[in-house]
């Protein structure tokens, strides 16, 4: 994948946005050793380089995780003639001199005990060659995606949403869809009608920024957000806001048990007067649905 990202990215960059290369090389270790790993495939098949590629692609105390074993079992079952002639390609690639005319936005992410693309001479080299190039090394072996799966996919979707073209009107309108998401229209039909020359500019600072700019990251989901907001403002003691999050998040989806588990957590990290005020409130609002 990130030879063939390479090559389209030397070859077809009018039809590339943004480049992402991840644990990858612009040349693969020597044709000595991609030439033993052909020779063996064809004699004895994809058992005969599974656990030295497995070896290589994970950490030795992920080897057992549930994404190992699949991956593993993927191995077994590729067709050990187009596994070779992935060696035969690798074998003979070399972007070395050629890379630094690469010239799309590009992430390169790396890995600190990668055995198959080691960090220095691999990615370094190519974050280092490609220019504005921007790069991320993560822990584990060779398939950071798998063994990092979250950080991988917050570094590669804060570099791919960076590149969007948003203006200060998309980020606005984003921020007020998540807004009527979390709260509701009733709360934000009266928040907008009860604007006035004096809080219209807040009104567009909390919907721009709050909602447009840390609600709609994709790194949580709305359910998290609500969880984390319903347990920080009994902590700090707001509980007009957390009143107003508590009674959008019983008519949108989450459950009396949900809020007892967040304030019994409370009790526990900000303090029990904090949660036995919690615990009123939401009964409060609770009987409130109930009629």
């Known amino acids: ?36 790993r052909l020779d063996a495939v064809r004699q004895g098949g994809m058992p005969s380089v599974a656990e030295t590629a497995m070896q290589r692609f994970f950490s030795p105390d992920q080897q057992m995780s549930t994404p190992a074993q699949s ?20 074998r003979d690639l070399n972007f070395k001199d050629t890379i630094g005319r690469i010239n799309v936005p590009t992430l390169v992410i ?12 691999n990615g370094e080299l190519l974050a280092r060659a490609i220019p504005l190039a921007r790069s991320v090394v993560l822990q584990g072996a060779h398939l950071s995606n798998l063994e990092q799966p979250r950080s991988f996919t917050a570094a590669l979707l804060g570099f791919l949403l960076e590149r969007q073209e948003h203006g200060q009107e998309d980020v606005f309108e984003a921020g ?36 447009g700019t840390i609600w709609t990251r994709p790194g ?20 007009e806001e957390f009143r107003l999050h508590l009674r959008a998040a019983l008519t949108h989806g989450m459950e009396p048990c949900d809020i007892k588990e967040v304030l019994l957590q409370v009790a526990i ?23």
Not at 74 to 89: E, H, I, K, M, S
Not at 110 to 121: A, C, F, H, N, Q
Request: glycine share 10%; aromatic share 8%.
């Open 110 to 121: 790396g890995s600190d005990r990668d055995p198959s693309t080691p960090w220095e001479g």
């Open 176 to 211: 007020m869809r998540a807004r009527r998401q979390v709260l509701g229209d009733d709360h934000v039909d009266r928040a907008i009608a009860g604007s006035t020359d004096f809080n219209r500019d807040f009104q567009t600072l909390i919907t721009r920024y709050a909602w």
């Open 1 to 36: 994948g990130g030879a063939i990202g390479q090559w389209l990215a030397l070859n077809a960059a009018q039809s590339i946005s943004a480049l992402v290369l991840a644990n990858t090389s612009p040349q693969f270790g020597t044709r000595e050793t991609w030439q033993a």
């Open 269 to 291: 990290y900000a303090g029990v007067p904090a949660a036995n005020t919690g615990f009123q409130i939401a009964r409060e609002e609770m009987d409130k649905l109930k009629h």
């Open 220 to 239: 949580l989901d709305h359910r998290t957000r609500r969880l984390l907001v319903l347990a920080m403002m009994p902590a700090l003691g707001r509980w």
């Open 71 to 90: 991956t593993r079992a993927v191995l077994l079952g590729t067709d050990p003639n187009g596994y070779a002639g992935c060696c035969v390609a690798l």
